[in-house]
C-alpha cells in the first residue's frame, strides 16, 4: 500500500467516529423535539450533513485508490447511513490498517507467504 492510499484510509478513518456521533445525536435531537421544546435538529443537522458529504467524498477517494470490490465499498457507503455504522467503520478501517501495517513488516524483513 502506497502513503497516498494509507492517508486517504486514514482521513477516512479519521470522520468515519464523528459522523457515527453525530448522527446518534441527531438522532436523539430528534426524538427531544418532538417530545419536549428541546429543538438541535437544526443546528445538527447541518453538522451531520457536513460531515456526511466529508464521508462521503473521503470514501469515494478511498474507494478509487485502493480497488475495493463492490461489495467493501457498498458496505463502507452503508455504514455511514445506519445508525452506530461510523463506529463499525472506523473499527473495520483501523483493522484494516494494522493488519497492513504487520504485512509490509513482513514483507520488509523477508518473512515467506507475506
Do not use: C, Q
Not at 21 to 36: G, M, Y
Not at 76 to 83: C, I, N, S, T
Amino acid at each position: 500500500m502506497d502513503i497516498k492510499t494509507a492517508a486517504a484510509l486514514h482521513r477516512l478513518r479519521l470522520v468515519s467516529l464523528p459522523e457515527g456521533v453525530s448522527f446518534i445525536l441527531l438522532l436523539i435531537a430528534s426524538v427531544l423535539k418532538r417530545t419536549t421544546d428541546f429543538n438541535a435538529v437544526g443546528p445538527l443537522g447541518m453538522i451531520h450533513g457536513l460531515l456526511f458529504v466529508v464521508y462521503v467524498l473521503f470514501w469515494a477517494d478511498s474507494w478509487n485508490r485502493t480497488k475495493w470490490d463492490l461489495k467493501t465499498a457498498a458496505l463502507y457507503f452503508l455504514l455511514a447511513v445506519v445508525p452506530f455504522g461510523g463506529f463499525v467503520a472506523e473499527r473495520k478501517l483501523k483493522r484494516a490498517a494494522d493488519d497492513e501495517v504487520i504485512a509490509a513488516r513482513a514483507r520488509r524483513e523477508g518473512v515467506v507467504g507475506a
